[in-house]
T-cell receptor, first 110, second 112 residues
């Protein structure tokens, strides 16, 4: 079945560490997105990519980095510069007007 | 900058009732508006998409309307069921259709 796979489902990070969240899709979608969700809040856009080897900052890109070397993959790195990284992270892809979301990664700083 | 607001933040209704969820947005220059459902700790599932030129869309017991000039959309759920309990998110796509701006959601609880 086609879809988006996010891994891991749960991730714990120590202060000062960089961590990378994986997002893989087999839908052949060109556009991919990373959103952050905090309790009681909507989704906020971190980064997005319309095509391979190109990506743009969203509304809250500081402290995050991405790459888009393959159409299927759009990993997100949460760097030590992100001061409050504890959140639920959602990856999505888009074809035309339709969005498909992954099941999310819950990141906790310990 | 586009801002999307959903009121109320939470809603509880008895099973079988009809209900309306509200969404408002500040910039009417949108490409489309979408309603999503999110179950606790899960990703989002698309429910309905309304193009900017449309007034409403229907899928089963769900009906979404769009009044672009006033910056408002409603999601009507008929004959509510306990399985409808979830958070409902409204999102608008910018005119270039490059990205979505989400509301904060309405957490719906259907009481059996």
């Amino acid at each position: 079945d086609g879809g988006i796979t996010q891994s891991p489902k749960y991730l714990f990070r120590k202060e000062g560490q960089n961590v990378t969240l994986s997002c893989e899709q087999n839908l052949n979608h060109d556009a991919m997105y990373w959103y952050r969700q905090d309790p009681g809040q909507g989704l906020r856009l971190i980064y997005y990519s319309q095509i391979v080897n190109d990506f743009q900052k969203g509304d809250i890109a500081e402290g995050y980095s991405v790459s888009r070397e393959k159409k299927e993959s759009f990993p997100l790195t949460v760097t030590s510069a992100q001061k409050n990284p504890t959140a639920f992270y959602l990856c999505a892809s888009k074809s035309g007007d339709g969005y498909t979301f992954g099941s999310g990664t819950r990141l906790t700083v310990v | 900058k586009q801002e999307v607001t959903q009121i109320p933040a939470a809603l509880s209704v008895p099973e079988g009732e009809n209900l309306v969820l509200n969404c408002s947005f500040t910039d009417s220059a949108i490409y489309n508006l979408q309603w999503f459902r999110q179950d606790p700790g899960k990703g989002l599932t698309s429910l309905l998409l309304i193009q900017s030129s449309q007034r409403e869309q229907t899928s089963g017991r769900l009906n979404a309307s769009l009044d672009k000039s006033s910056g408002r959309s409603t999601l009507y759920i008929a004959a509510s069921q306990p399985g409808d309990s979830a958070t409902y998110l409204c999102a608008v796509s910018d005119f270039g259709n490059e990205k979505l701006t989400f509301g904060t959601g309405t957490r719906l609880t259907i009481i059996p």
